[in-house]
């Protein structure tokens, strides 16, 4: 248990070499302890950056499922509001219904949709956006619909004999230029009485005023009340062709079913919505009065009627 201490120089010549070797091994272990020590610190910034990046991605991919999922939840919410009515709508939503309940059902079935959604991301995102783009646009369809209809009933309940009627008639020079006919909304002559609608002719009723005139005509429509109508139906009708600067207009009038015997069938309801014939002014405006004071008459391609008078008369 003693030690010895004596110069280097003083030790045998064996000591002094396995001396050097050992200074060496020790000179070699320790810049090997220290490079493995660099490289485990390398080791240790790649595994903390790689967990970094992984946490990242799989944040980014929570993101993103719950935005897919706001998205349907919003778009079902909008489908409910604007068209629970609809026979369609109703069932798409009972199908998201059932496809939640079924998820929400067994967390391991959950699980592997979401596996198979991070798989198939870029498929099933386009999928969801063409679905989504097909149901906006029946979406449309069926808005387009229900405005259609609900402005129809607008136009009935805002015209039933309640004078005067105004009507106005778009795209006056396509259906002169087309030789088009135009049909008004409906209205009602009186409270229970006979169902109307105006016809004009921009350009023109046949031979006797054919492209030299505007053309005007009441028919009898199918209406609510008919069974207690009498026949034929005879009412003076005042027409006027409205002044879009000032409140004036071209003013014509006519007897409705004059001359008309009471078997004459043409001028009735026999099938469809509408009569096959109607009363009216062949020769209502020439286009040359028209034209003279087109912007009194014609504002951006429409001209507008006014009925100010519905009198009937006694059989």
Known sequence: GCEVQFPRKDMPAHLRENFTHVSLLAAMNQKLAEKLL?????????????????????????EHQQQ????????????TKKHDESESLRELRQEIDRNREEKAATTQEFQLEIDQ????????????????????????????????????????SAHIGLVPLQ???????????????????PFYTHPRGYKMCLRVDANGYKQRAHRTHVS???YLMRGMFDED????????????LLNWNEDEGYCREFLFGDGVLEDNDAFRVTKGERA???????????????????????NNSSIRFRITKIVHKQH
């Open 38 to 62: 660099k490289k485990d610190e390398e080791i240790n910034k790649l595994s903390q950056e790689l967990k970094e990046t992984v946490e990242k991605l799989d944040k980014k991919e929570k």
């Open 68 to 79: 897919l999922e706001r998205e349907i939840s919003e778009l079902k919410s909008e489908l």
């Open 117 to 156: 959604l991070r798989k198939k991301q870029a498929t099933d995102t386009k999928s969801l956006v063409q679905k989504m783009t097909e149901v906006r646009k029946k979406q449309e369809r069926d808005r387009t619909e229900l405005e259609r209809q609900a402005t129809t009933l607008q136009g009935i």
């Open 167 to 185: 009507f106005t008639m778009r795209d006056f020079e396509k259906h002169k230029a087309a030789d088009e006919k135009w049909y008004s909304e």
């Open 216 to 218: 005007v005509f009441v």
């Open 229 to 240: 109508a009498k026949w034929p139906a005879l009412c003076d009708i005042t027409i006027e």
């Open 276 to 298: 096959v014939r109607g009363w009216g002014i062949p020769t209502f405006i020439s286009h040359a009065e028209l034209y003279s004071r087109r912007d009194d008459f014609i």
